[in-house]
């Protein structure tokens, strides 16, 4: 049987996910980063059966647009599986895109985890992967990966701060010496901030929008400060006046964009604030040295790290890829496997 792994294995290109609640990136051994797609699967139900018919960015274009018999949602919600037959056929369709190659082979994958993730939700990683056709399924810790991945030393014998902000879930994490010392995991990221931006709009202005227009929101004006001038620059939407029902056109300036995303905002800092209290005496001296790191798709929301800066008193930078940092992170420890033993769990 042994031999027969390790023949599949000749085959089989391994592989990294970063199961995402926004999007889900994966990395090949040797390649580099090939897939980043939306974690959005649209099915219709027929007799009770679900049948898939778009995942990635063919379904998240029909996020909010579907008739009654389909259905588009997203398997992931907070950093864990919320769905897991559905969540099961995005992920084999994911291999099989990036696997062109027979269905002989079975990969080896390696998929990042929130740190606060409960044993029943990482099994429930592991069981999908398994199912979805990999040979073996190991788990590595969401706020290793993307230190990782930002290229920080975290082998070291010195403090490390990362603070990994995703589309439900943020990770703040203190490593030294290739693990986590302190690490926590708040329930808030770019799905709050939408939250937010919706219930903002449908308070102040009377205005229903739906999820893409929120994020295309918090893309193009987002910004976590309010604006030196007070007002920003401002981009016209699109929504539903609730006062008579009529579809409406209307302006929001970055001012009230900055207004609806103070809770998400604070919400982060106070995370971060009550890491830095609970790291041992020596790693907050370094931590004042190298300052704090970045990365995940939150992280480009405008002035956070400035944001964070008034709050902490540290300096905070963003890394360069932030966006696959969590991926590189996960890849670079399939390649380097040896080294990073420690930080991989193949175990159930």
């Not at 993307?146 to 703040?172: C, K, L, W």
């Not at 790290?305 to 540290?314: K, N, S, Y």
Request: aromatic share 4%.
């Amino acid at each position: 049987m042994f031999g027969l792994e390790k023949l599949l294995g000749a085959f089989a290109a391994d592989m990294a996910i970063d199961l995402g609640t926004a999007n889900t990136l994966v990395y090949v051994k040797g390649r580099g980063v090939i897939l980043s797609e939306p974690s959005v699967v649209a099915y219709h139900v027929k007799d009770g059966v679900k049948k898939v018919l778009a995942v990635g960015e063919d379904a998240k274009l029909m996020l909010g647009r579907t008739p009654g018999s389909i259905e588009a949602i997203r398997p992931m919600r907070e950093g864990v599986i919320a769905d897991f037959d559905v969540a099961e056929e995005m992920i084999k369709h994911f291999i099989r895109k990036v696997h062109k190659r027979s269905t002989f082979s079975k990969p080896k994958i390696i998929v990042c985890v929130p740190h606060g993730a409960t044993p029943v939700e990482k099994r429930a990683i592991r069981q999908s992967v398994l199912s979805a056709g990999a040979r073996k399924a190991g788990l590595i810790a969401e706020p290793i990966a993307a230190a990782i991945g930002a290229g920080m030393p975290i082998t070291d014998p010195t403090g490390n701060m990362v603070v990994d902000i995703g589309g439900g879930t943020t990770e703040v994490a203190v490593l030294s010496l290739g693990d986590i010392v302190y690490a926590r995991s708040v329930r808030v990221g770019g799905d709050r901030m939408d939250e937010a931006i919706i219930s903002y709009l449908r308070r102040q202005q009377n205005l229903l929008v739906g999820e893409s227009t929120a994020e295309r929101i918090k893309t193009s004006i987002g910004t976590a400060r309010m604006p030196d001038d007070g007002r920003g620059s401002s981009m016209q939407i699109r929504g539903r006046d609730l006062l008579n029902g009529v579809p409406k056109e209307t302006e929001i300036s970055q001012a009230q964009v900055a207004e609806a995303l103070s809770e998400p905002v604070q919400a982060i800092c106070e995370a971060v604030m009550t890491a830095l209290e609970a790291t041992p005496p020596d790693l907050a001296a370094d931590i004042v040295d190298r300052g704090v790191m970045l990365t995940g798709g939150g992280a480009l929301l405008g002035d956070l790290d400035l944001a964070l800066r008034e709050q902490t008193g540290l300096a905070v930078s963003i890394a360069d890829e932030s966006l696959n940092c969590v991926a590189l992170g996960t890849g670079k420890a399939l390649e380097y496997e040896k080294q990073l033993r420690h930080a991989i769990d193949y175990d159930s």
